[in-house]
């Protein structure tokens, strides 16, 4: 990984602020951001023992839970209607008078698919950094987090185009994707059908592409997700090992009192004044925002997949470091 954080140490983006002033043109994440990143991930990693075959049916060197066709011999086993004669065991077979076949363990290489929203409700933040922003933190510490020796990471980008990323080779994989994550994000207009149609275009397109039993990170603060969308993410996960990580901001949770403030509503795309110094109108955001967390957790639970949320004022490696201990 050393080699990976001295080519970030060097790199700098097009787009770094010295070429363009404007601070919605920089970067989300800076190159020293980036390598920061990626040396606490890479020292976590070092410091926990995974010790664990890899479930993930990609192609690959290393050593996989499948039995099949492979390099390493497993065992001897008696033929069953299907094998492949190929792998007879003319000696066993000579021996005993009943057909044996050879069982080799089949070399995977693990898959990690990370899908990142850079959608206009994303584009939004009160503390410290936007929701993209931290999304980018978390998609660069689960990438590393991640790999391995034969690692094989890829990914999707939901932004005004999604755009995918090619499952590349730990260091390569790891690369593309922070340049991916922490592109230039200016604010724009709400298009939230638009968005959603991304969303299921490219879960889709996953499902029909990502090798069954890859890990699927889904990084969102899922304002595009419906009901009628919980049986496509419950197939992605039958079929993979499949999270989520809900990005949100601390004024989604409690409407500070700010007096009479404007707000761009999102839903009808218009602006609202709205009088947070109200006791009341803050009551009632708050009992919104719950409501909207427990359909979000019971969607997802529904679904079958891992949630966990980390909101923009948090420290993005706080939550891997909570998923190790568990």
């Known amino acids: 990984m050393n080699s990976l954080a001295s080519f970030l140490r060097a790199w700098r983006s097009p787009f770094a602020p010295a070429t363009y002033p404007v601070a919605t043109d920089a970067p989300l994440l800076t190159p020293e951001e980036i390598v920061a990143l990626i040396e606490q991930a890479d020292a976590l990693r070092h410091s926990r023992a995974h010790g664990r075959e890899v479930f993930l049916r990609h192609p690959g060197d290393a050593r996989s839970a499948h039995l099949g066709r492979g390099l390493d011999f497993e065992e001897v086993r008696a033929y069953q209607a299907g094998d492949d004669i190929r792998a007879m065991d003319w000696r066993t077979t000579a021996r005993t008078g009943k057909p044996y076949q050879k069982i080799f363990r089949e070399e995977h290489h693990p898959a990690l698919h990370v899908v990142v929203d850079r959608g206009a409700s994303m584009r939004f933040g009160t503390q410290r950094q936007l929701k993209v922003s931290q999304a980018a933190r978390v998609a660069i510490l689960a990438a590393v987090l991640e790999s391995s020796a034969h690692a094989c990471i890829g990914g999707t980008v939901i932004d005004t185009a999604s755009l995918t990323l090619p499952c590349l080779s730990k260091q390569a994989g790891i690369l593309q994707l922070a340049q991916a994550v922490a592109a230039p994000c200016p604010p724009r207009g709400a298009e939230r059908d638009a968005e959603h149609v991304q969303w299921i275009n490219a879960m889709r397109r996953i499902a ?26 419950a197939h992605l996960a039958m079929r993979h090992d499949v999270a989520a990580v809900h990005i949100t901001d601390p004024v989604e949770h409690a409407l500070p009192a700010l007096g009479r403030a404007s707000f761009y509503d999102l839903t009808q795309q218009r602006l609202r004044w709205i009088d947070t110094g109200n006791r009341e109108v803050r009551a009632r955001f708050a009992q919104a925002a719950t409501q909207r967390q427990a359909t979000l957790t019971a969607q997802l639970t529904q679904a079958d997949i891992a949630y966990f949320s980390l909101a923009t004022s948090a420290d993005a490696m706080q939550l891997f470091l909570g998923m190790l201990d568990d």
């Open 208 to 233: 029909a592409t990502l090798p069954n039993g890859s890990r699927l990170l889904l990084i969102s603060d899922f304002q595009w997700l419906t009901t009628s969308d919980v049986p496509l993410l």
